[in-house]
């Protein structure tokens, strides 16, 4: 590969490598159940790609106290790894061999999510992928999550890439803001959010699945300029 044309490639977990909302949403519910706590409808995807910081205390208005949205931001978690353990998962289409063609084309790429490091550990052993994915930037690693571009920054850092010289592969809004705001060119998987949505959104190319991609196309993404 040119040189003068090398670029990195950075992932956002949930709805991108995996799609875990089904089992994310149950666990939601579960820890509702668990302590009689309400949920209104369309609650999840309010918090769709936000950090349970977030979430706890300003969409489900659970609790206020840090050390409270802690234990259940930390609960939550517990289940939802349990699910995983229980059902299992499956990569989306095209993740492993996209993800092999990095690697063989000496493509650096990192993980930068808001998901918690544990929850991306147990989803890469039920997924059978654990050796698949080199540097990961989880939640616990950033201060402040998406929509502001700390942890895609990290990752670019982790893999020595220039963020403008950065993919990004999202499917939430708050991570398309994200990416944007962190100068990287953002694309688009359609798993949790509609393809005009996303166009709408930022994004500089959307795709169903990474079948659907080449490395030469991401290439002319990033230098289009």
């Known amino acids: 590969m040119d040189t003068n044309q090398s670029f990195g490639v950075l992932f956002d977990w949930d709805g991108v490598v995996v799609d875990s909302s089904r089992q994310h949403e149950e666990s939601w519910e579960a820890l509702a159940e668990e302590e009689g706590l309400p949920l209104f409808d369309g609650h999840f995807k309010l918090g769709f790609g936000k950090r349970n910081q977030l979430i706890i205390p300003e969409i489900l208005k659970w609790a206020n106290d840090p050390t409270e949205i802690e234990r259940l931001g930390d609960r939550k978690e517990v289940l939802y790894r349990a699910i995983i353990a229980r059902s299992g998962i499956r990569p989306l289409p095209g993740v492993r ?129």
């Not at 092999?100 to 808001?114: K, R």
């Not at 991306?120 to 930037?137: D, Q, R, T």
């Open 97 to 225: 061999a996209f993800a092999q063609a990095l690697i063989d084309n000496g493509i650096p790429f990192a993980v930068g999510s808001s998901t918690p490091r544990a929850n991306i550990e147990a989803v890469m052993k039920g997924a059978g992928i654990e050796n698949l994915f080199g540097p990961i930037v989880a939640a616990g690693d950033v201060e402040r999550g998406k929509p502001n571009p700390e942890v895609f920054l990290k990752a670019a850092q982790a893999i020595g890439v220039d963020p403008n010289r950065c993919v990004v592969f999202e499917d939430s809004l708050s991570g398309i803001e994200a990416g944007l705001a962190g100068g990287m060119t953002v694309v688009a998987v359609t798993t949790t959010n509609p393809r005009e949505t996303l166009q709408e959104a930022g994004a500089a190319l959307v795709v169903d699945s990474f079948e659907a991609l080449s490395l030469e196309l991401l290439r002319d993404l990033v230098f289009s300029d």
